[in-house]
């Protein structure tokens, strides 16, 4: 890997400059220790370089624990939303190969899957401004996404009454259009239960107590060396810590969030274009 692929990446990311902007104000606190070992109070605050070792091990498996589990999060919210946009394409080929509906329904059923993504991106974010969307009529739901999918399912039944779809028909498009509030119901989950408070700041007092003595352990050893040592283990440290807390919440707007945005064009465009098609 080139030298710029490694330093470009911090320097265009705003939580690797964050990251690395912390590791630097660790770095000038190593002066402290390094200072005192070429001055008369050498064999002050000296600390033995074993502990670390130790503290390193168990700070290692704590901060993996920690990664992994908010990772975790942001795949299941990825995979939800993959299936997202199956369950978009899916619905949208269903209805178009098996029910022969009046235009006016039909239309209305490419709005409202259409409209749903988008509904629920804003849901999971700061809230939804149903102004911003015709498929509400003017009314203010509680719950956005549930309305659109209780819209969808009297259009359903309306063709079901008319005998434009039978029974086997029903089943077959009600299979996945109640996945949209299956899928619905998995991101609130994620959204609304993070890793337990405690856990996150007892994580957070771990780095901050490693990093506030780890410079006093190794200086006696490495001298001017515990500087640059220094601002690298904090730059670690701090980063796994930072990545973790972001990619916890992926349905934000930060860098390392999902791009909801993209996959509501995506499924916009492919069910337009299946209705579209349909229409020739």
Excluded at 198 to 223: E, H, K, M
Aim: charged share 25%; aromatic share 10%.
């Amino acid at each position: 890997m080139s030298e710029k692929g490694i330093v470009t990446p911090i320097a265009y990311s705003r939580t690797l400059l964050h990251v690395a902007a912390y590791a630097m104000l660790v770095g000038l606190y190593a002066v402290l220790p390094t200072l005192k070992e070429y001055s008369r109070y050498q064999a002050i605050a000296d600390l033995p370089a074993e502990i670390h070792a130790a503290l390193t091990l168990v700070l290692g498996w704590l901060l993996v624990f920690r990664t992994n589990t908010a990772y975790a999060r942001w795949w299941e919210a990825r995979t939800l939303w993959g299936a997202l946009v199956n369950a978009c394409r899916n619905l949208a080929v269903k209805i178009n190969i098996l029910v022969h509906a009046e235009d006016e329904f039909r239309e209305r059923s490419r709005e409202l899957i259409v409209q749903f993504p988008p509904v629920l991106k804003d849901h999971l974010r700061d809230g939804v401004d149903t102004s911003r969307y015709a498929v509400f009529d003017g009314d203010r739901p509680v719950h956005a996404p549930s309305e659109i999918v209780r819209q969808l399912y009297g259009i359903v039944r309306r063709w079901k009454h008319s005998g434009q779809i039978d029974g086997e028909e029903l089943r077959t498009i009600d299979e996945e259009l109640r996945r949209f509030l299956d899928i619905c119901g998995g991101c609130e989950r994620i959204r609304k239960t993070r890793i337990a408070r405690s856990y996150r700041i007892f994580a957070r007092q771990c780095v901050f107590l490693f990093l506030a003595t780890f410079p006093w352990g190794i200086s006696n050893d490495f001298g001017v060396w515990t500087i640059p040592l220094t601002v690298i283990v904090a730059y670690f440290m701090i980063g796994l810590e930072t990545v973790a807390e972001h990619v916890e919440e992926p349905f934000g707007l930060d860098e390392d969030d999902l791009d909801l945005e993209g996959l509501c064009q995506t499924i916009e465009a492919s069910v337009n274009e299946i209705y579209t098609k349909a229409d020739r």
